[in-house]
């Protein structure tokens, strides 16, 4: 199946069969600011996931969406 694409921001991100977005792809191109990485996306998106606003946003979307969730 043909992945789908959005840009926002100027940034083109694909959207996975199961409609997830590619964080990689955030990774890879965002941040006009000179944070982006190319090669090493992975130290952008391990510096995400270590944010607490981000762990805040998983949170509340996993009490949303994921009935089973236990935090």
């Known amino acids: 199946m043909k992945k789908k694409k959005i840009e926002v921001n100027g940034v083109i991100v694909s ?7 590619n964080i990689t792809d955030i990774a890879k191109q965002a941040d006009k600011t000179g944070y982006k990485s190319k090669q090493e996306p992975r130290f952008i998106i391990r510096n995400w996931f270590q944010n607490q606003d981000t762990l805040l946003l998983i949170e509340t979307w996993e009490k949303k969406f994921n009935p089973d969730f236990d935090s």
């Open 15 to 21: 959207i996975e069969d199961n409609d997830y977005i």
